[in-house]
């Protein structure tokens, strides 16, 4: 195991986000954060990278509590639909990625082409489509050196081309060890890549595990047909 | 923008400053009641380096704001916060940064002194060097403010508004100050516009120097604090608040010290040395009652020409203004208007002239010292010079926005 979150919790006013929320995250899978929208994964990710405060709740690893200090050096999150940095190329981005954020400079060319990147080089970020930009923020990411990368909708904006090649490129990546917890709100999408899955609704976990544990756990929580279908489990647990 | 338009506005009034002290100076200038103003000082470089003053209340807290709210509105801080930097140490970067720019936009005023050297002028570097330090000051209150701003607020343009609110609001402070007197006049001497105008005569006060600095450090430490997206509300208010009565303890603590230089040629701040000599030997507290209102030009004399000089000589001086009106007016017939009171060690004495020489006079027959002869070597006389700005409108105009131009597309190119 990574790192385990328990009882996290956040309240926007009258508004739980989060309730009561826990979770393992094991070292090198692909962990997948399902839910539709509004129903707290971004919000779930930004308490964990320590960029919005939560209300309760403690982050472990290797036996003891991972303070909001101590998160930059056990995961980062990139975030979703932002343009920053917008006057500057993609490339000062990424070299500032590998400068400022310390990220692991053998893997510039490499993440370059995976993420087909090079025409983009030059142009600047404020200029990209969303596309464009949602492939530089996986480049950022990619380049960061934290065991756990979190990505908030990493196939958001990408066609369908786009998405096959950044899930094989980020499934590499994980296949050498690096932990990926990404929020996807398109079940289907989820379910090809991912290894295994957290089902979150209205701010609450309703099940955690792979296709198959989370099938077992909808047959004694609603008693209807196993089926390994990720829809249809979401929908018999939430 | 800023660095281009700077060029044009120190230009305009390095050349009407240069136009205006020529014709005084065609004027028999070197007289000796005209002397003063005919300081460089005062005549070309507080006019000159004024366009600093306007840059940074108009241009400045737009590029704060811009490198401190706009990592916040790209998503950039996000990011960035993930490095583990301390937000301090990233305020801090920026604000090096800033201050590292504004030093760039203020070179068409230090170019200026090179044009004024060239034309034959008379430069005293301590003054020139006290009016620099007070822009950089300047500066830095507005960078400090408008990083404040920028990280208590969501929105930049919500920064920019609060920003200029409170700049507008040191003016009303200054003009409250200047019609009701009392605390409000102590307050307004604080207020960047007259630290600045302070820096212009070449004076420097320690408590202001110092309240300056707490004030950056207190935005700078507000911002900082604010950056910490990730820390709960309610202890960024709880932060905010100590830092506040931090700040608000030492500025209190600084109104109380009374050290000051003056830097000025001209000794534009100070009685002649032989007149401080000898106040000097009179350690009885003075406590001086002055009858007049806020807005009488005759208690501006009294202050600006012999008060505001006394107080640098005898820390221990009392003034003490005494009006029922803000403008005087209609206290001219009232029975001890106009009346400045005088009291040293229990002996009283009353005169109602507000020049210098004549608070000098009576304070010397109180205290029973003798009034030091007048050295007519300690005059300042002046520099008079009557030149044209020649070839200031080619690089202020020209050379200056051009440059600044070049290297921005340079620059662009660099970072591709």
Known sequence: ?238 | MLLFGMGPLVGVSFISAVRTYAEVSGLNGTAAGVGEALSPLAGVWAPTFSACELAAVFLLPFVAIRLVAGDRQSGALKLELQQGMSSFARITAKTLVLLAGWLVAMLPSFSAILLWKSYGGSVYTPELVTLTGGHVLNAGLTIGLAAAMSSLTEHPSTAAILTLSITVGTWIVNFFGAVQGGWWERAAGYTPAAMVAEFQHGLVRLDTVLIALVLIMTGLGVAALWMRLGVAVHRRVYESIGIGVLAAGSIFACTFLTASWDTSESRSNSFSEADERALRQIHTPLRIEAHLAPEDPRRLDLEHHALSKLRRVMPKLQVQYVSATSIGLFEQTSAGYGEIWYDLAGRRTMSRVTTAEGVLETIYSLAGVAPPPEVEDAIFRGHPLAVASKGAGTIFYGVWPGLILVSAILARRSFR
């Open chain 1, 1 to 238: 195991m990574l790192f385990e979150v328990n009882g996290l919790s956040k309240r926007f006013g009258q508004i739980a986000a989060l309730a009561d929320v826990s979770f393992q995250v094991r070292a090198g899978e692909v962990l997948g954060l399902i839910g539709p929208n509004g129903a707290g994964k971004s919000t779930l990710f930004e308490c964990l990278a320590g960029v919005l405060p939560s209300d309760s709740g403690t982050m472990r690893a290797g036996g003891r509590t991972i303070g909001a200090r101590q998160r930059p050096s056990l995961l980062f999150y990139v975030p979703d639909d932002i343009a920053p940095w917008a006057a500057q190329s993609v490339r000062w981005v990424l070299d500032f990625t590998i400068g400022f954020l310390r990220g692991r400079a053998a893997l510039r060319e490499e993440v370059i082409a995976q993420l087909d990147l090079h025409p983009l080089l030059q142009q600047s970020i404020g200029t990209l489509s969303k596309g464009q930009r949602k492939r530089v923020l996986l480049g950022i990411g990619l380049l960061t050196s934290q065991p756990a990368l979190l990505i908030d909708e990493p196939f958001e904006g990408l066609d369908l081309r786009q998405a096959r090649d950044i899930a094989a490129a980020l499934r590499a990546h994980a296949v050498r060890g690096r932990t990926l917890f990404l929020s996807i709100h398109q079940i289907s999408d989820a379910a090809r890549f991912c290894d295994r899955f957290v089902l979150l609704s209205s701010g609450r976990v309703c099940g955690e595990g792979t296709i198959q544990e989370l099938a077992a756990l909808a047959v004694a929580h609603s008693g209807s047909r196993p089926s390994a279908d990720l829809e249809e489990v979401f929908l018999a647990l939430t």
